[in-house]
């Protein structure tokens, strides 16, 4: 009996081990931030009016409070985004045509807040960027890959300034920078800027 009890406890480590090395598909969105009740209700983006000066979202000239939708041209959701008094709140999600999801990011205010993350816009969708905010302003740690799954970038930035471990790496693996940011000052190997940017879920860089 005590025999079969440790084959038993063996055969579970094993499947455990096995489990925990299955982690290259995206992870199911559970994005942070401050939640409000927001009606439910939703309308078209195309009934709806923005005005660029106040980042104010309006329904016949008055706040708009509910969700705004828009559809792909087989009528599957594009779009659905959390608004509050005019203003993004919670969660705003985006689709890829094929079903698959392009964009998820949280809201605070009209502000980014929270976590943020994009897929890629190819056939395997890959995890692209797994970025957080406060207040509208990068923070926290953010990570970037390439469309073809491998790390591109993991910095740690305070309020949108860098602050610790900065690195970025090639293709291949290989760093082509690694410091540390500290009260303005860099300690390290620094090859080149870290600037980075996401079009239309595309990543761009800037070396």
């Known amino acids: 009996m005590k025999c079969l009890t440790q084959i038993v406890l063996l055969l579970n480590m094993l499947l455990t081990s096995c489990a925990e090395k299955e982690t290259k598909v995206p992870p199911t969105p559970t994005l942070t931030a401050t939640s409000v009740e927001i009606p439910n209700i939703s309308v078209d983006r195309s009934?709806?009016?923005?005005?660029?000066?106040?980042?104010?979202w309006t329904l016949k000239d008055q706040p708009y409070s509910g969700?705004?939708?828009s559809f792909h041209q087989d009528s599957t959701l594009k779009e659905k985004i959390g608004i509050r008094a005019g203003k993004k709140?919670?969660?705003?999600?985006?689709?890829?045509?094929?079903?698959?999801?392009?964009?998820?990011?949280?809201y605070q205010e009209g502000k980014l807040h929270g976590e943020k993350q994009t897929w890629s816009p190819d056939a395997q969708h890959v995890l692209i960027a797994h970025l957080h905010y406060r207040a509208?302003?990068?923070h926290g740690e953010q990570r970037q890959w390439?469309?073809?799954?491998?790390?591109?970038?993991?910095?740690?930035l305070n309020m949108g300034k860098e602050a610790g471990i900065q690195q970025a790496f090639r293709p291949n693996g290989d760093l082509y920078a690694n410091y540390e940011a500290k009260d303005g000052r860099v300690f390290g190997l620094k090859k080149a800027?870290?600037?980075?940017?996401?079009?239309?879920g595309n990543l761009t860089f800037t070396k």
């Open 47 to 56: 009934l709806l009016t923005y005005d660029n000066k106040a980042s104010l």
């Open 67 to 69: 969700y705004i939708v």
């Open 89 to 106: 709140q919670n969660q705003a999600i985006r689709w890829y045509a094929d079903g698959h999801l392009q964009e998820v990011a949280n």
């Open 136 to 138: 509208g302003r990068p």
């Open 146 to 156: 390439y469309p073809t799954g491998e790390l591109y970038k993991k910095l740690n």
């Open 193 to 200: 800027s870290l600037c980075y940017g996401l079009e239309d």
